[in-house]
């Protein structure tokens, strides 16, 4: 199981823990042990490819986001912030996010290619828009701009 953003996770565990960041170090281990989760899933070990690492980074920023804002709403304002934090050494492993006027425009680009004029066709707009921008958008976003468009 090797891809590039697996390799630099694990030299990075490697610096964060010669260096004594034990911040880091639990943050870098415990997306490793997600990775490596995720390739024992199901009945056989699989070789995860570079996008399969990046998707369930992806996962782990948007259950750390989650997490942040339910300590928040509670008050637990120091486990918030340590929910951010963590999100965050994780994102800087992530491809950077689209612009919203990056985003606005893939999206009528997309609602233009595919003909869409209703909400009926938003299904097909965010498979194309999805697929277009895959990891460098977030999903809330893109379907609130598909949504907008259609509807417009």
């Known amino acids: 199981m090797s891809s590039a953003t697996l390799d630099r996770?694990?030299?990075d565990l490697t610096t964060a823990m010669k260096a004594r960041d034990t911040f880091r170090t639990g943050t870098i281990r415990?997306?490793?042990a997600a990775v490596r989760a995720e390739?024992?899933?199901g009945p056989v070990e699989k070789d995860l490819t570079d996008d399969d690492v990046l998707r369930v980074l992806a996962r782990e920023v948007k259950k750390r986001r989650e997490s942040a804002q339910i300590y928040a709403d509670?008050?637990?304002d120091e486990r918030a912030a340590n929910e951010t934090a963590e999100a965050?050494?994780?994102e800087a492993y992530l491809p950077t996010?689209?612009?919203d006027d990056e985003l606005a425009a893939l999206v009528r680009?997309?609602?233009a290619e595919t003909g869409a004029t209703t909400l009926r066709d938003?299904?097909?707009v965010m498979k194309e828009a999805t697929a277009r921008a895959g990891l460098s958008a977030d999903g809330k976003k893109l379907s609130a701009l598909v949504r907008a468009a259609l509807a417009g």
């Open 97 to 99: 996010q689209l612009s």
């Open 30 to 32: 415990q997306v490793v």
């Open 9 to 11: 996770l694990t030299s």
């Open 39 to 41: 390739a024992k899933a």
């Open 109 to 111: 680009d997309v609602v």
């Open 74 to 76: 509670a008050g637990a």
């Open 122 to 124: 938003m299904g097909g």
């Open 88 to 90: 965050d050494v994780i």
